[in-house]
């Protein structure tokens, strides 16, 4: 048994050293078997071609030589493989035994962000509605010194403690995973440490806490409820809003979580002082520049840091907690409220600062929680949202900016409406004055399926249900209005609106969108497609072409697809060309054709993935994996 975790963790790093050594031995074997295996090949051609017989028998010996050699070659990679085996479970062994920590060891461990292939300057995700809770004034929170105070307060004798999130949270197998994941596991590792830490506390988190439910009328029992109406199964399907994460003492909510992609800090270490994004960046629309180029950002991403502390300070209010923690798992801040409407921000701690804080920053303020007896309720009064510069990109840009690229609550104007049914006209005001005419249509006339199956898939911009518009089948997607999943559901209008001439051919045809539910909730309906998901078929070489020229043809009408998937392709039977390009609520209008090349290479890695054909250059290091719209 290793004698610390120190120790562990160089043992760790040997084996992983010696592993690596046995990989670059199996790969010159493999190169040794190759040449051996060529050399037979060339030794066969002689031997056909040989009129003697003396001739052949002896090319016949060299061969059965080079049979030999490869056989003691294959042997050889046999017996490196098993040692490479043997040296995995060794590190299996010295991961099972690795010994426990200090109370302070444990505090101070590293938390390594998740890695990711997209390029710098990502907003972070928001929604631009309005909300129901507004700080009244934003302070600075001096937290650090209490900080340190608890850290230096941490026993650093017993050795009682699970030492692992140092090492989970750099494994590779966690590159590819959502923020949320990597949170889930410092989060259970926090709570582990606390429970054991302060056993009183009793100690929980849950993730994907709804807030409160939207559904109406008690019709709780959609799904078993024959008899449901269209008009509630709306309001059930078009969601709930949600925490990311709730912690709970003592059986009461103590603190939210709320975790966004890159955005919330600057490339480097330094850290920023999130309350100034609320305090020093107001300004009159049109007067002067605005404050947000202080912090070297433009107004659509200052814009977006302040929607995400409105909306981290409602969920606070709503879970009646005053404690919260904002987070792009690099950047941390940590959040504090009273009953007066005053929220303090700490300054951002980043996981790549020396010494590490994180972990310390996360428990103290979990203490703090616990030892604070404060009943949080309602504020005593609401604040303003800061009024920032907004402006609208251009539709026909060549080279698009990050601001229209990355802005996802961006909706170009769309000249007409599709949907002509219905009595209620009601207006999305999008950023920069952008208008989008939607007409109410009674859910009855949305012909909804009653109960049991209604559901036929679920994405990031909301249910597609089954029902009938104007007498044809139809697939129907669901959003409260003023959501950030109804602002998807709008830009699927804008872009299946400039793609009318690929309806039917590479997308499904756009029959109508608006909103239903009184106005409450916006739809769009696209004709059913019959078909699967790209992930649940096999990838041929005719649906791999058929697919890249689809994303072909959307490109050339402007648009990227910003979200491109094996989900989001369908294979469709009988038909020609054989896909249909899905769910455009993440795209964005530009026609950079870096952006578009880097769509189409990440194309070619998902079927390279799944086991298609195409995969060569979709291992070009130019191109990353996400795109950013």
């Not at 709306?234 to 975790?259: C, H, M, Q, W």
């Not at 993440?586 to 390279?608: G, H, M």
Request: one cysteine or more; aromatic letters at 8%.
């Amino acid at each position: 048994m290793a004698d610390g975790g120190g120790n562990s963790e160089e043992q760790i790093r040997s084996v992983d050293g010696q592993i690596r050594d046995l990989n670059d031995q199996i790969q010159s074997v493999h190169e040794q078997i190759r040449i051996v295996e060529e050399k037979i090949g060339r030794l066969e051609e002689e031997i056909n071609r040989c009129p003697g017989d003396e001739e052949r028998k002896l090319l016949r010996g060299k061969e059965a030589l080079l049979r030999g050699e490869k056989a003691q070659l294959r042997d050889r990679e046999a017996q490196l493989g098993g040692e490479k085996a043997q040296l995995r479970d060794e590190k299996t062994q010295i991961l099972q035994r690795r010994d426990l920590g200090t109370e302070y060891e444990w505090l101070v461990q590293k938390v390594v962000p998740p890695t990711r292939s997209s390029r710098a300057g990502v907003y972070p995700s928001s929604s631009s509605h309005a909300r129901m809770w507004l700080p009244v004034r934003v302070e600075h929170w001096d937290v650090m010194n209490e900080i340190e105070e608890f850290l230096e307060s941490a026993d650093r004798r017993r050795r009682v403690f699970r030492m692992a999130v140092t090492a989970v949270t750099q494994d590779t197998r966690l590159e590819e995973k959502h923020e949320n994941h990597h949170i889930a596991f410092i989060l259970g590792e926090m709570v582990s440490f606390m429970q054991k830490k302060e056993p009183q506390s009793n100690l929980h988190f849950k993730s994907e806490f709804i807030i409160f439910s939207k559904r109406k009328g008690g019709n709780d029992g959609i799904g078993s409820s024959e008899g449901a109406s269209s008009s509630a199964m709306v309001d059930v399907y078009s969601g709930s809003p949600r925490a990311d994460f709730v912690i709970t003492l003592r059986e009461k909510n103590a603190l939210v979580f709320e975790v966004k992609n890159e955005g919330l800090g600057s490339d480097g270490d330094d850290p920023w002082f999130l309350h100034r994004f609320w305090t020093d960046c107001s300004c009159t629309s049109g007067e002067g520049r605005c404050g947000f180029a202080v912090f070297g950002i433009t107004p659509s991403q200052g814009e977006r840091i302040t929607r995400c502390i409105s909306q981290l300070y409602e969920y606070m209010v709503l879970c009646k907690v005053g404690y919260g923690v904002l987070t792009d798992a690099r950047n941390w801040y940590l959040f504090k409220r009273d009953n007066a409407g005053c929220l303090k921000i700490s300054a951002g701690i980043t996981a790549s600062a020396e010494p590490p804080r994180v972990l310390a920053a996360l428990s103290y303020l979990v203490h703090a929680a616990a030892v604070d007896n404060s009943e949080f309720g309602d504020p005593t009064g609401n604040g303003q949202f800061p009024l920032v510069h907004e402006a609208a990109p251009s539709e026909h840009s060549d080279e698009s900016s990050d601001d229209d690229i990355n802005d996802r609550t961006f909706t170009a104007r769309v000249s007409q409406n599709i949907s002509s049914s219905g009595k209620r006209r009601s207006e999305r005001h999008s950023s920069g004055g952008a208008q989008l005419a939607l007409e109410d249509v009674p859910a009855e006339d949305l012909n909804l399926k009653k109960a049991g199956g209604v559901i036929s898939s679920e994405g990031w911009s909301g249910c597609v249900v089954n029902g009938r518009l104007r007498g044809q089948p139809v697939a129907l997607k669901f959003a409260h209005l003023g959501t950030e999943r109804a602002e998807a559901l709008l830009k699927e209008v804008v872009a299946y609106t400039r793609m009318e001439k690929l309806w039917g051919v590479f997308v499904p045809r756009l029959i109508g969108y608006g909103t239903t539910n009184n106005g409450r909730v916006v739809f769009i309906a696209t004709e059913l497609i019959d078909g699967v998901e790209l992930g649940e078929v096999a990838v041929t070489r005719e649906v791999e072409t058929a697919a890249l020229e689809a994303l072909a043809a959307v490109h050339a009408c402007g648009l990227l697809h910003g979200d491109v998937s094996l989900s989001n392709i369908m294979v469709v039977w009988g038909k020609k060309p054989t896909v249909r390009i899905l769910d455009f609520g993440f795209s964005c209008i530009t026609s950079n054709k870096k952006l578009q090349e880097a769509e189409r290479v990440r194309l070619k890695r998902l079927f390279f993935t799944h086991g298609g054909a195409a995969g060569e250059e979709a291992n070009d290091a130019r191109y990353p994996y996400i795109l950013p719209c």
